[in-house]
């Protein structure tokens, strides 16, 4: 075959004959809830309700949330917070879908691994130890919660170590791992009162958990887009995903520092200069310490100018960099939708950005901004899954 490029029809590569027939539809069901995941929470961090439960998994101790500030008076959690019932439900419903989440993500690992030796054993039971170490977490026990919640993040490493990927077992398992590691971090967003390294590993976390729930989905599909360019071809959009993993981070970063208007509404230019007085040393310390109260954020305005300028040159870079991609993606037959498409959502994504200063980060394009993101995201990760090589 030359280096032109074909999409291949899904009858000619049917599932691996360990799947569960109906692995792809829940595979695909997972990728839609955790992009759901992604943008809520945005929403929710975005409209300053990341602090409305202080308290975790429940909300001032219950499963639910208070729709009245009267219900709760006595509770441990009012001292951290007072209730705020309309930001409440926004921070529990968050939980509630990510916990359906998880669930399905258990089900793909469960499934994936159910004809491995003893695999279907190793899954539940680090489920199990998760499963126990949050009602201890609830009484206070924390150390005994932390070291069952470990035993069972080493429980799946171990199979993700052990077993290959051809079942996708691998793949699911580490999927698990990942979503396990995430509500950890979700709790400690509460328990930490926002700080910044755990809001921006939560972040990460939940767009590496909606990766991995993409590859697992298209590798289930069994549609891939074969190439004589494939080595080459990865290579480039491997680059182009290391770039914009960089910068979402760095976004991360800016929203979990309220960073996001330190140069007012000016764009280009920033606080009326082109490089104004800034101080990145400041910007970019990972630790503080544990019991500092980060809502509303501690920095003074140099630091978080040297945040926001990282923010924009690092834009620059990647979205000229993925603009060149989606051109040389255009040029191939078979890889023409998806250039398009990466070539709009970058265009789209940078005035997301510029629209997020110069109307002074109104809540709807802030959160479009985040499901920006996750599209460019999904383009990438499909088109690692699904571009190889020719068969010989």
Not at 297 to 315: E, K, S, T, V
Request: aromatic share 8%; with cysteine.
């Amino acid at each position: 075959m030359n280096a032109s490029t074909s999409s291949l029809p899904l009858p000619q590569l049917p599932l691996a004959p360990s799947l569960y027939r109906h692995f792809h539809r829940i595979a695909w069901l997972a990728v839609a809830l955790a992009a759901c995941v992604i943008v809520f929470g945005a929403f929710v961090r975005l409209s300053n309700a990341g602090l409305s439960c202080p308290d975790w998994p429940t909300c001032y101790g219950r499963a639910t949330w208070p729709t009245h500030a009267d219900q709760v008076v006595d509770h441990a959690a009012t001292a951290i917070r007072p209730v705020i019932p309309e930001r409440a439900w926004r921070e529990q419903v968050h939980r509630m879908i990510a916990g359906l989440l998880g669930l399905l993500v258990f089900s793909l690992a469960l499934l994936a691994t159910r004809r491995r030796p003893h695999g279907w054993l190793q899954i539940v039971g680090a489920a199990l130890l998760v499963a126990v170490a949050i009602p201890l977490y609830m009484r206070g026990a924390h150390v005994a919660a932390s070291v069952l919640a470990v035993l069972g993040e080493l429980l799946l490493l171990a199979g993700v170590l052990r077993w290959s990927d051809v079942d996708l077992a691998r793949t699911s398992t580490l999927a698990l791992a990942v979503i396990i590691f995430q509500a950890l971090l979700g709790m400690w967003t509460v328990t930490w009162l926002l700080k910044p390294i755990v809001v921006m590993g939560h972040l990460l976390g939940g767009l590496t958990t909606f990766s991995l729930l993409t590859w697992i989905a298209w590798r289930a599909t069994a549609m891939p887009i074969h190439s004589g360019e494939a080595a080459r071809l990865r290579r480039w959009l491997l680059l182009g995903l290391v770039l914009l993993a960089a910068q979402i981070a760095l976004g991360g970063w800016t929203s979990a520092n309220y960073a996001a208007l330190a140069c007012g509404t000016d764009f280009p230019k920033c606080a009326g200069a082109w490089w104004p007085a800034h101080d990145f040393r400041e910007g970019f310390v990972l630790w503080r310490g544990i019991g500092v109260d980060y809502e509303g954020g501690i920095l003074d305005n140099p630091a978080r100018i040297a945040i926001q300028l990282a923010h924009r040159l690092l834009a620059v870079v990647a979205a000229g960099y993925l603009l060149w991609l989606a051109a040389m993606l255009l040029r191939r037959p078979g890889l023409r939708g998806w250039g398009g498409a990466l070539g709009l959502l970058v265009l789209l994504q940078f005035a997301l950005g510029v629209a997020n200063v110069m109307l002074s980060l109104p809540l709807p394009v802030a959160v479009a901004h985040n499901a920006g993101a996750t599209a460019l995201l999904f383009v990438l990760v499909s088109l690692l899954a699904r571009v190889r090589a020719p068969a010989a």
